[in-house]
């Protein structure tokens, strides 16, 4: 800032629309500008002073008018991805080289026989220390939550961020407040996230390490994990990277990360990861923790085998082939161990069938195909979309369309194919919703930005939905806005048809049919009762915390008809919104409240609706209300009745047993009884048998 007399003169904040300031240049590192000469191809040259543009329109209006004064074939834009600029030459001359001398940092110097020349990524500082947490992740924001931070020497200490920080400033203050660690956190050279450095004085022991403490603030944040190696910085860049494999074919520099489509090959930390038995019956552990290319893992299994099985590149480039020298009559096989997968990653899991002492492996290079491309990135949480169109073109048909989750400038992002040549392009850029409120002349007016083409908070109960642009010099759009009151009475329609369908309920089950004579389960049900005439008499209660012309119901046009059901007097209820609507809404809508001594909150003054809550939490609260404990009295009376029933069956069941226990000795006897009588008459018999012979 500058002072002169009592003036105090800031600097630029805003770049303009769809533009971005100078000095967020080169992750907000960039010196200030200065000249940059330019020759085009046919030998024409100029210098453009760079020196007051402040914003990237105005370097590319500078250059671009210096070289249309100069009569120059030049032309300054923005690259294809958005994130540089290029200098092109339009002559269509090849007699002299394209030559740039750039001093203010933009990254254009060149002396080249091309008509074109880029300055790369510009690295846009994206994030500042101002920047509020709400912002990052596409607008998803920052988890209030705690994370741990380990520093080389294996020094910890948690980091709360439950106490309402809101900016990545205040995050970075929080982390350099911690004494415990020799860790300095900052913003990041590109500008694109929080850097943590080491600054323990010795020997570097551990890598800088940072843990979820139960919560996924660390990860919100970019900075969850692990420093690549000891003494190394944690870079917590906001940049997705997807990695797809680039070539069909390997050779003894090819990445491990890089083979089967991206996707790598498992290598368990510390342990070996695979075993090989030779047809010499003898086992060797092959361990790849540490290694990183083709060749290393080739030379790993001479190594451990002692040159017995070496493994080289197949014929075709595409998988390994390892070779036993051995003899003997066990079999030539490679195993994955520890719960490894790296043997099968590397496609050389299998058994020497034939006997020939050779393991053909599998290919383990998979071409990346679009769909590939597409599912990795859906699969990055990046906060873009993926997918697959049909152009309908006859060679080349299918293109790859990526789109930011997010609507408006929140969700604008970058892609870099690093030299794949994918061909992307931008179609939509992600900007805000502009307006000029109040006025067509910007300096007179107050611009306002949405991320959604919808204003709701312009003008209060208004929603403003854009359906275009002003086209340039077109008048301002007046809009005209009057109250809708249509809401109002379908609202109060939707009131007035609830309560009566609550009032047929209670009719259903509290009812008596004189002439079937059948009774509602609920009939003379005492909370059915208290209910039913807790609702009515809310309807024509008196509302007087309400202070407006309207305090209760009737003056609206809502009473009790036949059938104890409301009604609504449609004339009466429009005269009332006519004259005062808002004393209609507030009739409805009213609630006062206030703080006690424990900071808990106390409705003090209730309208209708704020009262019928009040009523129906009472009735219908699930552990204390009013039906809640009927239904826990009648599951009582239920399981009182169970128990009774219980206990007369279990007596039942006794007296049927002891009953059954007499009748069978009753039997009994009776069966003895009648072989007594059975003998006595073969007695009888007998007697008179032999008296007769006498």
Not at 391 to 417: K, M, W, Y
Not at 474 to 485: E, G, K, L, W, Y
Not at 539 to 564: A, M
Request: avoid cysteine; aromatic fraction near 4%; glycine fraction near 10%.
């Amino acid at each position: 800032q500058s002072v002169a007399a009592d003036t105090i003169t800031g600097t630029r904040q805003l770049a303009g629309i769809n533009s971005r300031l100078v000095r967020n240049l080169n992750g907000g590192s960039i010196a200030a500008l200065g000249t940059i000469s330019i020759s085009d191809r046919a030998g024409t040259d100029f210098t453009a002073d760079l020196s007051a543009a402040v914003s990237i329109d105005d370097i590319l209006n500078t250059i671009n008018d210096a070289a249309a004064a100069a009569g120059a074939g030049i032309n300054a834009g923005l690259n294809a991805t958005g994130n540089g600029l290029t200098i092109t030459d339009t002559t269509g001359s090849t007699a002299n080289a394209l030559k740039i001398a750039d001093s203010g940092g933009l990254n254009l110097d060149a002396n080249v026989n091309e008509s074109s020349v880029s300055s790369g990524n510009l690295q846009f500082r994206y994030v500042s220390e101002a920047t509020r947490l709400s912002q990052l992740n596409n607008g998803q924001g920052v988890a209030p939550g705690r994370f741990t931070i380990t520093d080389t020497a294996g020094n910890e200490a948690t980091i709360d961020l439950r106490q309402g920080e809101s900016t990545i400033g205040e995050v970075i203050d929080e982390i350099n407040s911690k004494s415990t660690i020799a860790i300095n956190a900052r913003i990041n050279d590109n500008g694109d996230g929080i850097l943590l450095e080491d600054t323990n004085v010795g020997t570097p022991a551990f890598a800088i390490t940072v843990e979820e403490a139960g919560s996924s603030t660390a990860a919100d944040l970019g900075i969850l994990g692990a420093a690549a190696s000891p003494g190394a910085a944690l870079d917590g860049s906001f940049e997705t990277t997807i990695n797809i494999a680039a070539a069909e074919t390997i050779d003894g520099a090819t990445l491990l990360s890089d083979l089967n489509g991206g996707a790598g090959v498992d290598v368990e930390a510390t342990a070996p990861d695979f075993e090989i038995q030779t047809a010499s019956d003898e086992t060797f552990s092959v361990n790849l923790t540490g290694l990183t290319t083709v060749q290393q893992v080739i030379d790993a299994v001479s190594t451990a085998t002692g040159g017995l099985v070496t493994a080289s590149i197949n014929a075709d480039d595409d998988g390994l082939r390892l070779v036993d020298s051995s003899t003997g009559t066990a079999t030539f096989s490679v195993t994955g161990v520890n719960g490894s997968d790296a043997a099968e990653d590397l496609g050389i899991t299998a058994t020497d069938s034939d006997s020939d002492g050779v393991i053909d492996g599998e290919p383990i290079v998979v071409t990346t195909t679009l769909q590939d491309l597409a599912d990795r990135i859906n699969s990055s949480d990046a906060g873009v979309l993926a997918t697959i169109i049909n152009d309908g073109s006859p060679n080349s048909p299918f293109r790859l369309s990526l789109t930011s989750e997010t609507t408006g400038s929140a969700g604008a992002f970058l892609v870099e194919d690093n030299g794949l040549n994918l061909g992307i392009n931008p179609l939509i850029e992600g900007e805000d919703a502009v307006v000029f409120f109040g006025s067509n002349d910007p300096a007179r007016s107050v611009l306002i930005t949405s991320s959604s083409n919808s204003l709701d908070t312009v003008i209060q109960g208004a929603t403003i939905d854009l359906i275009s642009a002003t086209p340039d010099g077109a008048p301002p759009t007046t809009i005209n806005i009057s109250r809708d009151t249509a809401p109002i009475v379908e609202n109060i329609q939707s009131f007035v048809d609830a309560f009566n369908s609550v009032i047929d309920i209670f009719d259903q089950f509290d009812t008596f049919d004189t002439e079937t004579e059948e009774r509602g389960l609920l009939l003379g049900d005492p909370t059915v009762s208290r209910a039913r005439s807790g609702l009515f008499s809310l309807i024509t209660r008196n509302f007087g915390d309400v202070e407006d012309q309207f305090t209760n119901l009737s003056q609206v046009g809502i009473r009790i008809g036949s059938g104890t059901r409301l009604e609504i007097d449609t004339e009466r209820l429009n005269n009332a919104i006519a004259t005062d609507v808002d004393a209609v809404e507030n009739l409805f809508t009213f609630q006062s409240t206030t703080r006690d001594e424990d900071n808990a909150l106390v409705v003090t003054g209730r309208g209708v609706a704020s009262t019928f809550t009040e009523l129906l939490d009472s009735l219908t609260d699930s552990v204390d209300g009013s039906f809640a404990r009927r239904v826990d009295t009648i599951d009582n009376q239920i399981e009182a009745n169970q128990r009774r029933i219980d206990n007369l069956t279990l007596s039942l069941d006794n007296r049927r047993a002891q009953l059954t226990s007499e009748f069978n000795a009753l039997e009994v006897t009776l069966s003895r009884l009648q072989g007594q009588q059975d003998s006595i008459a073969n007695l009888a018999n007998l007697a008179a048998q032999t008296s007769g012979s006498g």
